[in-house]
T-cell receptor, first 113, second 113 residues
């Protein structure tokens, strides 16, 4: 049972425009959410995170929004750059217990120059 | 330079052979994880260890075994009982604190012929 879902397998955006990647989750016990960026044949790299006590976290061009009532989070990248082209994974965890991460299936972002 | 190393990058084995994938970290992290990634899928947790000499099964532990004799090392053995061993394997680690991201190694691509 997939507890974290990324329903868009791919997204194409023009350079300079905004990229919006979406993620939904089903487990209301999740209280910490992360986004990772991954290039082919490499390990994921941490991008940005948000805890459930916040609804927004910003780091440079990257902003994550959390809507707890809808069990939905999104990653905004603005402006998008060709180097942002990669697969983005959403992940969620519970602060109680082992803090394991539950990953979505990823969204491949292509930024067109 | 602190980080996580996985070796080798590419590994080929014949069907029926056991194979051990290496994962070493010098980040002084308490917890370590093994994931598997298949095409078009997210990362699935195989095993994790929160402390030396202790480890727990993840979602897809069947056909795999691990050990955690040292804090910095968490090797994964893919046994002949694993029905579909060909995949990209990722190791990760994190501190024991709440709300901390996992750091990933570069991965090992295992191909069973």
């Amino acid at each position: 049972d997939q507890q974290v879902k990324q329903n868009s397998p791919s997204l194409s955006v023009q350079e300079g425009r905004i990229s919006i990647l979406n993620c939904d989750y089903t487990n209301s016990m999740f209280d910490y959410f992360l986004w990772y960026k991954k290039y082919p044949a490499e390990g994921p790299t941490f991008l940005i995170s948000i805890s459930s006590i916040k609804d927004k976290n910003e780091d440079g061009r990257f902003t994550v929004f959390l809507n707890k009532s809808a069990k939905h989070l999104s990653l905004h990248i603005v402006p998008s750059q060709p180097g942002d082209s990669a697969v983005y994974f959403c992940a969620a965890s519970k602060s109680t217990g082992a803090n394991n991460l539950f990953f979505g299936t990823g969204t491949r972002l292509t930024v067109i120059p | 330079d602190g980080g996580i190393t996985q070796s080798p990058k590419y590994l080929f084995r014949k069907e029926g052979q056991n194979v051990t994938l290496s994962c070493e970290q010098n980040l002084n992290h308490d917890a370590m994880y093994w994931y598997r990634q298949d095409p078009g899928q997210g990362l699935r947790l195989i095993y994790y260890s929160q402390i030396v000499n202790d480890f727990q099964k993840g979602d897809i532990a069947e056909g795999y075994s691990v050990s955690r004799e040292k804090k910095e090392s968490f090797p994964l053995t893919v046994t002949s009982a694993q029905k579909n061993p060909t995949a990209f394997y990722l190791c990760a680690s994190r501190t024991g604190q709440e709300y901390n991201e996992q750091f990933f190694g570069p991965g090992t691509r295992l191909t069973v012929l």
